[in-house]
């Protein structure tokens, strides 16, 4: 009997054998082959895996500059918005109807030309994160008012400069310590005083000296009609951007439509804050008095210019970050144009890091 039992012993042990050894060979083996894997990667790629890319998400890591330069010197973080009007009255004289014109037999066939906000931007600086942060917003952005819904596009003009921020506000998550308005036809005197700006121009720009308009398929024509007297005013390029500044700026025939026209905006803001970075010397405060006398209104006062000094003058490109409000275009509405349902909640979020 013990024999026989000694016998079945052995036969279990053996096939025990033949079945363990291979799976722990394999198992062995897909082991050493997933640690040479891993080990075998470089530096970059291990952290990678390990780390992701947390400034781009939404409630990640805080993106501190490599170097914080900001941290340490005087002045507090601050937000200034900054807007740009369409308002031309030296080319369209129907923005306005008097009372009287109103009463006047016809006048109710007239309809006044809408003004409005056609570059809309926030410049934040955070001490915190040692980053310039420029948030460009789309005048075609959809808000509520007590009257509806409305584009940004019209709320500065409809609703004043107040009601205008509380809605930035609401969007972005920023809170706004100042504002500068100028009307697009100052721009011009605003860059002679503060310098050419330097801006990517991602395509050619042609003018009549009433509209901007790109040698598209649709336009082309008309560009190389010469009885329609239309002239280049830019060519493509990455350069200072002078007395051209207000046609690039009311562009809008883009290949790429509203995704350039954000880009453009927020590359001219980054080039006047490197223009304001070179003048922060103690004389810069009677240097904002005169730039500033081209502005529609702004409460940037010599005061406010003087206490962030050390803040402007250390400003750089390599600091400075582009941060766009997140949403989609939906179909354009009665007047043609599409309206922007911004996404608030992840705007904010995103946003929430520069604080």
Do not use: Q
């Not at 780390?51 to 330069?69: L, Y």
């Amino acid at each position: 009997m013990f024999i026989s039992g000694l016998k079945k012993f052995a036969i279990a042990f053996v096939v025990a054998v033949l079945i363990l050894v291979p799976a722990a060979l394999i198992l062995f083996s897909s082991l050493e082959d997933v640690l040479t894997g891993s080990f075998s990667k470089s530096e970059n790629e291990i952290s990678e895996i390990l780390n992701g890319d947390d400034e781009e998400k939404p409630g990640g890591a805080v993106p501190v500059a490599a170097d914080n330069t900001l941290s340490a010197l005087d002045g507090d973080s601050f937000t200034v918005l900054v807007v740009m009007t369409d308002y031309r009255p030296d080319v369209y004289d129907d923005y306005e109807i008097s009372p009287k014109e109103k009463d006047a037999p016809g006048m109710f066939l007239r309809e006044a030309r809408k003004t409005g906000a056609a570059k809309i931007c926030l410049l934040r600086c955070s001490k915190e994160t040692g980053r310039y942060v420029v948030v460009p917003v789309s005048p075609l952005t959809n808000v509520v008012t007590s009257a509806g819904n409305e584009r940004l596009y019209s709320i500065y003009t409809d609703y004043g400069i107040d009601y205008f921020k509380a809605k930035i506000e609401s969007i972005t998550g920023l809170k706004i310590d100042r504002y500068a308005v100028i009307n697009c036809t100052e721009i011009g005197s605003f860059v002679s005083a503060l310098g050419a700006v330097w801006c990517p121009v991602p395509c050619e720009i042609y003018t009549n000296g009433t509209e901007y308009i790109s040698a598209t398929a649709a336009t082309a024509a008309k560009v190389k009609d010469p009885g329609v007297n239309y002239t280049r005013l830019l060519e493509v390029c990455e350069d200072y951007i002078g007395p051209s500044s207000m046609g690039l700026l009311l562009f809008k025939d883009y290949a790429n439509g509203v995704e350039d026209e954000l880009t453009v905006s927020a590359g001219y803001l980054k080039g006047v804050a490197s223009n304001f970075a070179k003048f922060a010397s103690e004389s810069s405060t009677a240097y904002w008095g005169n730039v500033s006398s081209y502005m529609k209104e702004t409460d940037i006062d010599g005061d406010f210019f003087s206490s962030h000094l050390a803040l402007i003058g250390a400003y750089t490109s390599d600091i400075a970050k582009t941060v766009n409000v997140e949403g989609i275009f939906k179909e354009a509405g009665e007047d043609g144009e599409p309206v922007f349902e911004v996404d608030i909640p992840h705007t904010v979020d995103a946003l929430s890091l520069y604080r």
